[in-house]
């Protein structure tokens, strides 16, 4: 099952309207858990 980025956008919009710190980053490409696997490929 993938998350649409739709409610990606719609969660972070809500953490902010709430007053809950938070950060998004959007790549244009690559795979998931790329940068948290560092020398052993996309995960």
Known sequence: MAI???NSL???DTLIE???P??????PED????AL???IGVL
């Open 37 to 39: 696997a560092r020398g």
């Open 18 to 20: 709430n007053g809950f």
């Open 4 to 6: 649409t980025v739709a």
């Open 10 to 12: 719609l969660f972070y």
């Open 22 to 27: 938070a950060e998004m980053h959007l790549y």
């Open 31 to 34: 795979g998931h858990g790329f």
